[in-house]
């Protein structure tokens, strides 16, 4: 039994017995009670969002609390007895209340009286409130940040966050997997504030479906991230928050799903909550079937072929499998620590199918077929711990925690080729990719006065990869394998940046601002040696400070205006920098430029936000300036092939010049009526590219990517609720095209359907989806290069239903963290746990 297979039988044996345990937690829980009851002031309306809290007066371990909905109601499940009651509301006297509860039922209403200085707007925070419940709506705009709420979003139930993000407002999922923002696919992924295993080694589309999107509580969308976050990522960060434990007893759901083109999914979320410990485990896995299918349709005016056709199409298969296990302690009121431990496995197998057509100018035809066998397996670990410390109620806190990570991927391909039906020759490809990771990081909040914060925190990072790829051939007049000396290579890529960052936060009146400087120091080592000796090493330093500043002003309670800006840095990924890291087509290969720098942007922001009970409204102008800006040059070269004269395609990144981006971004949910809403989001952008790229020794020409344009981006999710159980979701998407002088990207639209119907008295949930129902999402362009065009086609999966099945099980209600008073600059209001990336 190989490594694989020894961890696949872990993580399910693992998975069973936490079924096991669970349900025998279950069966010996103590018989409870369900009580009712409302929150009022001294009018008689009702409190929306208190807190409820029954402290049993001789077994604290039998505590609970609940939070009001929108009418000032609760409902909580408790063991009969003498409790303590004690009521917390923004805005209100703390409530203490004396109950006994011997029978389930309603024990009526309790009357809180406002606090003295609740008009004082000297308290307001300016980033607003985050309470710690199911949102009513599920998009929300904060300060530096919108959060998306994806339990509303019957369309990716049962799927994984691919699916999520595609209905993320400002977020675009190409079909290849490419996840792009307002135009711009320089995208960085954190999960719950930090780079993760979870996401592999190169965050490509595998990593993205094979975290349920069951797992995920809310997605951060930060267009325009503040000093406290890391500088990468031009275009904006995604901070992927993933469910954890919020209520007390025993809690958990099953989600099961099964669909095609075939996949099958099991996850689940356990945890248990009791008096200062709290444990929880998320898990789960899947099979799942693909297909990608490409073509390409090449015109030339140079080389020994006037046109060139090829199509392929691949077929996959894989198994993943991931869990989460982690605990919390509450050492005291004050301090508490943490320790999770993350195991992900994915393996695929992968038959592709690769047509050529060439026509010469003589006008001979020659046809070649390129057939293979792949197979994948990725391996992946990571280890978090904290330590979380307030000094006071005043907002005084330090967090520090490391990550340790690990990665491990093996990919193999075994490729037929023929010519003319004759056997003309075959590749073995052995790529081995190891990562290590270290990410530490201390931050620090320290208030002044009412009105003001200090924020200040350091953050160091570590990654050594290891690349080995072993490419070998045998041709029909050496019939046996030799290795290709040029795409045969060891690399050793290492990097560490050490960040500090200060961060000033405060209000005059209606105004608030924030004021941050980070400065990031970096240096990667690359060491690339292949078989023909081709040695190349370069060791790389820079040091960069990235300002940020955010004012609002505050017209009245959910309406404000926002400007922002802040400088950001795109560092290219480590598989841009290995020469020659893809040859598994022999005709258009992926280069790797090791002389690739990073590229810089500016980003500047205004936009104005108001929400009320009905809707909400936020439109923002932004303009991106970018430059030693990253573009992807092609071109073609005659090369000898098994002694035959062949066109082969280049691609190769190389900083070019520049990029604007400037536009309007609205976004909008509306709840129309009691059985329909909408949420959508529109993107009106232009672009203004410059640069001109040439190499003598690639190309016969300069290649010009001057261009510009106006292009649209669309969204609109429409929820009908045909009664309290059952609603349904049309879901459309539209991109416009792009074009510059080297690409034209043709339009691309989508539809999707998804429908949900709770049963067994609320407890479980059917779902059904149809991802794509005209299968419309593929990807057109023509690429205009020096002595040639050429038109692509590409569907990273074709149309797809889901049928979903979710069982939850609960004892415990809502633990809610409240301020204890009232609504203050220096309270940590928006603090889940996961607060303070950087």
Do not use: C
Request: glycine share 8%.
């Amino acid at each position: 039994m190989n490594q694989t297979e020894i961890i696949s039988l872990f993580t399910k044996k693992t998975l069973g017995l936490t079924f096991v345990l669970s349900a025998a937690a279950l069966a010996f829980a103590q018989q409870k009670v369900n009580v009712t009851g409302s929150v009022v002031n001294k009018d008689n309306q009702p409190v929306p969002y208190a807190s409820v809290t029954f402290v049993h007066k001789t077994n604290k371990m039998l505590s609970d609390a609940a939070l009001t909905d929108e009418k000032g109601q609760y409902a909580i499940d408790i063991t009969p007895g003498d409790y303590n009651v004690t009521i917390e509301a923004i805005d209100y006297k703390k409530g203490n209340f004396s109950k006994q509860i011997a029978t389930p039922g309603n024990i009526g209403a309790l009357s809180i009286e406002p606090e003295a200085t609740a008009t004082n707007t000297k308290t307001q925070e300016i980033k607003g409130v985050v309470i710690t419940a199911q949102s009513t709506k599920p998009y929300k705009v904060e300060l530096d940040k919108r959060t998306y709420d994806p339990s509303q979003d019957i369309v990716s139930k049962g799927g994984n966050l691919q699916d999520v993000l595609s209905n993320v407002p400002s977020v675009s999922v190409d079909t290849d997997g490419t996840v792009s923002m307002r135009g711009s696919s320089n995208v960085r992924f954190l999960i719950n504030g930090k780079p993760s295993a979870l996401l592999g080694i190169d965050d490509g589309a595998n990593a993205l479906q094979s975290i349920p999107a069951d797992q995920i509580e809310r997605i951060e969308v930060i267009t325009n991230p503040s000093s406290k976050f890391e500088a990468s990522g031009t275009a904006g960060i995604l901070n992927i928050i993933l469910k954890k434990n919020k209520k007390t007893g025993f809690n958990g759901s099953v989600l099961g799903t099964i669909g095609y083109l075939p996949n099958t999914n099991l996850n689940t979320n356990l945890s248990w909550r009791k008096g200062n410990f709290t444990w929880f485990v998320n898990g789960g896995g899947g099979y799942r079937e693909g297909k990608n299918t490409n073509r390409n349709n090449a015109y030339l005016s140079t080389g020994d072929f006037r046109e060139t056709h090829n199509e392929s199409i691949s077929k996959s298969k894989n198994d993943n499998y991931n869990a989460t296990g982690g605990l919390v302690v509450d050492l005291n009121d004050k301090t508490s620590i943490n320790a999770s431990g993350t195991v992900r496995t994915f393996d695929g197998t992968n038959i592709g199918n690769i047509d050529y057509v060439n026509y010469g100018f003589n006008n001979a035809v020659t046809t070649q077929n390129r057939s293979s066998n792949g197979s994948n397996n990725n391996l992946a670990f990571q280890g978090d711990f904290g330590l979380d410390h307030k000094f006071d109620d005043k907002g005084q806190n330090l967090s520090l925690s490391l990550s340790l990570q690990s990665n491990r991927s093996y990919n193999d391909s075994d490729i037929f080729q023929t010519r003319n039906s004759i056997f003309d020759l075959q590749n073995l490809i052995n790529q081995t990719t190891k990562n290590k990771t270290l990410i530490g990081k201390a931050d620090y909040e320290l208030p002044i006065g009412e009105n003001s914060k200090l924020e200040a925190g350091y953050r160091i990072d570590v990654n050594r990869n290891n690349y080995q790829n072993l490419v070998q051939q045998s041709t029909s007049s050496l019939p046996f394998m030799l290795y290709l000396d040029d795409y045969t290579y060891r690399a050793k890529y290492e990097e560490m940046f050490n960040a500090g960052y200060v961060q000033f936060k405060s209000k005059i009146g209606n105004l608030g601002y924030q004021l941050g400087l980070r400065n990031e120091n970096s240096r990667i080592d690359i060491d690339y040696l292949n078989m023909a000796n081709d040695a190349q090493k370069t060791v790389k330093n820079y040091n960069n400070l990235f300002p940020s500043v955010f004012l609002s002003y505050e017209i009245s309670k959910d309406n404000q205006f926002l400007v922002n800006y802040s400088r950001r840095i795109d560092r290219p990924r480590s598989f841009f920098l290995i020469p020659n890291p893809s040859y598994s087509d022999n005709q258009n290969i992926f280069d790797g430029n090791i002389d690739l720098n990073p590229s810089y942007v500016d980003s500047y922001e205004v936009g104005y936000s108001i929400s009320k009970s009905k809707f909400t409204i936020n439109p923002t102008i932004y303009f991106r300036h970018q430059t030693d800006d990253v573009k992807m040059i092609t071109y073609n070269q005659q090369e000898t092939i098994n002694g035959i004269a062949t066109t082969v395609f280049h691609t190769k990144p190389v900083n070019v010049g520049s990029d604007d981006r400037f536009g309007l971004d609205f976004n909008f949910n509306w709840d129309a009526t009691k059985w329909l809403k909408f949420l959508g989001n529109v993107d009106l952008f232009g672009y203004n590219t410059k640069g001109t790229y040439f190499d003598p020794e690639l190309m016969s020409e300069p290649q010009s990517f001057e261009g510009k344009g106006f292009a649209t981006r669309a969204r609109l999710t429409s929820t009908f609720k045909l009664d309290k159980t059952f609603s349904f979701q049309l879901q459309g998407f539209y991109r416009g095209g792009q074009k510059t002088q080297s690409v034209d990207r043709k339009s691309m639209y989508a539809l999707n359907f998804g429908a949900s119907k709770t049963i067994w008295k609320g407890d479980g949930t059917l779902s059904f989806n149809i991802q794509d129902i005209f299968n419309t999402r593929a990807m057109r362009s023509t690429t205009f290069g020096p002595g040639f065009t050429r038109d692509s086609y590409m569907q990273w999966q074709p149309r797809q239903f889901a049928v979903s099945l979710t069982y939850r099980f609960k004892q415990g209600n809502e633990k809610v963290d409240q301020p204890k008073r009232k609504k203050d600059i220096n309270s940590n209001a928006q603090g889940d746990d996961q607060q303070g990336p950087m």
